[in-house]
């Protein structure tokens, strides 16, 4: 399995170098460079180097050397365990005894779909097509650098220079032989709001019913054009017919109509729209009742909002994707990172001893005095709102998350220094690095696999807290926390807190499950006899 991970990272860092040469957006593989884009200190001016490595003069040498880093950690696994390699027994019995805890092992089958969905990127969720074809010329703006504008597709007027409205694009080409393929979700996770929604009601036997049957009772509206935004006439209905005051605006959204209906009928009305008449003005629009809705929208399958809309307009199924999407990100950066620093600190403290361990301990002693989540807290709160992204958070959870493992690792080390095969390796010349890493580590691994998942839940939860505070990443970033925020404080649209509430669970449920499997498969008692 390491092996084809090996493969896997280095097919992904020359992918994903070769797309970002060829000014590409590739799913996934086009986040390291978009980070340098969007944080200065992660790029710098090459003026030396060639054209096909700079972006507007800056080398984005994040990027490049976070691939370089990639492939020479595939190059490693590849060598470390060639082709044809056996699983050893140990790891086997492990692996099957994971197998046997059913919950635990298709919680992890879950897991790694949801993780493929999400590395599937703006081919599943976003505003632009994944292919447009516009008198006879192809083009692919999900996956192109390139921004197109309205002109680009025959729009005129004042939305020409602008980026393209794909959405009503589509509605355009309807019927001709232009077209477009868009994402399953076609909004952006943020960025991308929706101002209204609206969904058609039907006239029956001189009667409104509403979008659910039965007779209608609420507003009711004409538009010019089929635009929500642009109202023509709103009305009143109860029990399906007419009845109170109505409104209506001319095509430049000026008022010029205002009456008053009892039981259907219109029994006084002013009209200030030139010589025209009350029949030519009502003529205006397609004359077909439609309900709009203001954000916060309720799930309207036909608007394409499965799940409703939140505060701000933005879809809720693209923003909990954009939300799956930076904490995943989350995890791959931060647990590895704390881990390297928890488990080297750990060991070193146990190794070593005296003044060394004292102080360290001392340190921890200090910090871990203080709640975890208030101290990021303040220093969260010292970043300046420019500054604030991804890197910047997890640096400060980083800064004080690696201290929870290091009484284990100093546990296993104090205990594994005293076995025979760390003197026989200290007789023989080893170096205390070689001691740490290469002979007491593998053998603290059992403590490390069980850590993992509650590592996983932990950085989610404490991202989730931040955002949910006020204290977390930008507005930029669709974040869990937020949305479940924005629910709380509009319990009258139940719709987006339960969504956030049942992601969050559902994906903590998840990685409990595999963190049950795993702590069973590396229980020492199931593999040792004691007489």
């Known amino acids: 399995m390491l092996r084809q991970f090996g493969i896997a990272a280095l097919a992904a860092s020359v992918i994903g170098s070769v797309g970002e040469m060829l000014a590409l957006q590739l799913p996934t593989l086009r986040w390291p460079f978009n980070t340098a884009r969007e944080m200065p200190m992660l790029s710098a001016e090459a003026p030396g180097l060639p054209d096909f490595l700079l972006v507007d003069g800056h080398f984005l040498w994040f990027g490049w050397v976070f691939y370089v880093v990639l492939a020479v950690l595939g190059l490693c696994l590849m060598r470390r365990y060639p082709a044809g390699a056996v699983m050893p027994p140990l790891t086997q019995r492990r692996w099957e005894r994971f197998r046997s805890v059913r919950r635990g092992y298709w919680s992890l089958i879950v897991l790694l779909g949801i993780m493929l969905i999400a590395g599937l990127d703006q081919a599943v969720v976003g505003k632009r097509p994944l292919v447009a074809q516009y008198e006879g010329a192809w083009s692919f703006p999900a996956f192109e650098r390139r921004i197109y504008t309205g002109a680009d597709f025959g729009v005129e007027g004042d939305r020409a220079a602008a980026e393209a409205d794909y959405r009503a694009l589509r509605k355009r080409f309807e019927g001709s032989n232009n077209w477009l393929l868009m994402p399953l979700v076609p909004f952006d996770s943020t960025g991308d709001t929706v101002t209204h929604n609206m969904v058609d009601l039907e006239l029956r036997d001189g009667r409104l019913m509403g979008p659910h049957g039965g007779r209608y009772d609420g507003l009711a509206s004409f538009v010019y054009a089929g635009d929500a935004s642009r109202e023509h006439v709103r009305f009143r209905y109860r029990d399906g017919l007419r009845q109170g005051e109505a409104e209506g605006r001319d095509p430049e959204g000026?008022?010029?109509?205002?009456?008053?209906?009892?039981?259907?009928?219109?029994?006084?009305?002013?009209?200030?729209?030139?010589?025209?008449?009350?029949?030519?003005?009502?003529?205006?629009?397609?004359?077909?009742?439609?309900?709009?809705?203001?954000?916060?929208?309720?799930?309207?399958?036909?608007?394409?909002?499965?799940?409703?809309?939140?505060?701000?307009?933005?879809?809720?199924?693209?923003?909990?994707?954009?939300?799956?999407?930076?904490?995943?990100k989350a995890v791959l950066i931060y647990v590895p990172i704390v881990y390297v620093i928890g488990v080297t600190v750990g060991l070193l403290m146990g190794l070593y001893g005296g003044s060394f361990d004292l102080l360290v301990q001392r340190l921890i002693e200090v910090f871990s005095n203080i709640p975890f989540l208030f101290v990021v807290i303040i220093f969260s709160s010292m970043v300046p709102v420019k500054m604030k992204g991804l890197g910047i958070?997890?640096?400060?959870?980083?800064?004080?998350?690696?201290?929870?493992?290091?009484?284990?690792?100093?546990?296993?080390?104090?205990?594994?220094?005293?076995?025979?095969?760390?003197?026989?390796?200290?007789?023989?010349g080893a170096s205390t690095w070689r001691v740490v890493f290469v002979h007491i580590l593998p053998n603290t691994v059992s403590i490390l696999v069980t850590l993992i998942p509650f590592s996983v839940s932990g950085i989610v939860l404490s991202l989730t807290s931040l955002d949910y505070l006020g204290f977390g990443l930008p507005e930029s970033y669709a974040t869990w926390g937020r949305l479940l925020n924005d629910g709380l404080t509009k319990l009258s649209s139940p719709w987006i807190v339960s969504s956030a509430f049942v992601t969050l669970v559902l994906t903590l449920v998840l990685v409990t499950f595999v963190g049950e499997a795993v702590r069973e498969a590396y229980d020492p008692k199931k593999f040792t006899l004691y007489k």
Not at 306 to 314: A, D, I, K, Q, V
Request: proline letters at 3%.
């Open 254 to 328: 000026k008022r010029c109509f205002s009456g008053n209906y009892v039981d259907g009928e219109l029994v006084r009305y002013e009209l200030d729209y030139g010589d025209a008449g009350l029949e030519a003005f009502m003529a205006l629009s397609d004359q077909q009742f439609r309900k709009i809705y203001y954000n916060p929208a309720p799930p309207l399958a036909a608007a394409g909002h499965y799940l409703g809309t939140n505060s701000s307009g933005n879809d809720i199924v693209a923003y909990l994707y954009g939300g799956l999407q930076v904490n995943i």
């Open 393 to 428: 958070i997890l640096f400060i959870l980083v800064l004080f998350g690696w201290m929870g493992m290091t009484s284990l690792m100093r546990t296993a080390a104090l205990k594994e220094k005293a076995r025979d095969y760390v003197a026989a390796a200290r007789v023989s």
